[in-house]
């Protein structure tokens, strides 16, 4: 189901070293709102789903948050830093009781839209911590993938909350793949 391949989705420009500011990125490797979190989530609720397409999407996000974990392991390394085990900011270890245990397709879609939010206010809050141009730029991509994932999960969820065309679903699949034209 994944594949994996040598670059990093987003090219890194780190113009100094930043020890600090590689702390600061380690909430985003382990913490409650990581991409470590969103992408075990997925997974989990990926092998919940019943509906195929939707297995399928949470399965491609929760490959793309995996890369975007690696990206922010290659940042915290390059500004003098070191993702060690799962931990977040503060040391403290990642914990299970973070991801959200539904079973419900309804509940997971919104546990899931829920995370996105969360996930993107915690970059737009550390992405004004410094001034260099190229964390910048990645927190920013970042902000725009979450908003991708943010918007196809929303409009699963209203297709699966109001009953909508099943044709809408693969759909979704296509605009997944389609929003990752302007990466390659």
């Known amino acids: 189901m994944f594949g994996y391949r ?5 090219p890194i420009k780190i113009e100094e070293p930043d020890p600090v500011f590689a702390q600061v990125l380690l909430e985003h490797y382990a913490g409650k709102n990581s991409e470590f979190s969103a992408a075990v989530q ?3 609720h990926r092998s ?3 509906n195929h397409h ?10 793309e948050e995996l890369g975007h974990m690696e990206l922010i392991a290659a940042c915290v390394n390059k500004l003098g830093g070191a993702p060690v085990g799962y931990l977040d900011a503060q040391g ?4 299970l009781k973070v991801i959200d245990q539904s079973s419900d397709p309804i509940a997971m879609l919104q546990a899931d839209i829920e995370a996105e939010v969360r996930s993107q206010a915690l970059y737009q809050k550390h992405i004004k911590l410094t001034n260099a141009p190229g964390l910048q730029r990645m927190l920013n991509f970042l902000i725009s993938r979450e908003e991708v994932h943010n918007k196809l999960m929303q409009k699963a969820y209203r297709n699966l ?3 909508g065309d099943p044709e809408q679903f ?15």
């Not at 399928?56 to 490959?63: C, M, T």
């Not at 605009?175 to 390659?184: D, N, T, W």
């Open 161 to 163: 909350t109001q009953g």
């Open 54 to 63: 939707l297995r399928e999407l949470l399965g491609l996000i929760a490959a």
């Open 42 to 44: 997925y997974l989990n």
């Open 6 to 10: 040598k670059r990093l989705i987003f």
């Open 48 to 50: 919940n789903m019943r």
């Open 170 to 184: 693969p759909e979704l699949i296509y605009e997944y793949k389609m929003s990752l034209q302007v990466l390659e």
């Open 92 to 95: 403290s270890p990642w914990e």
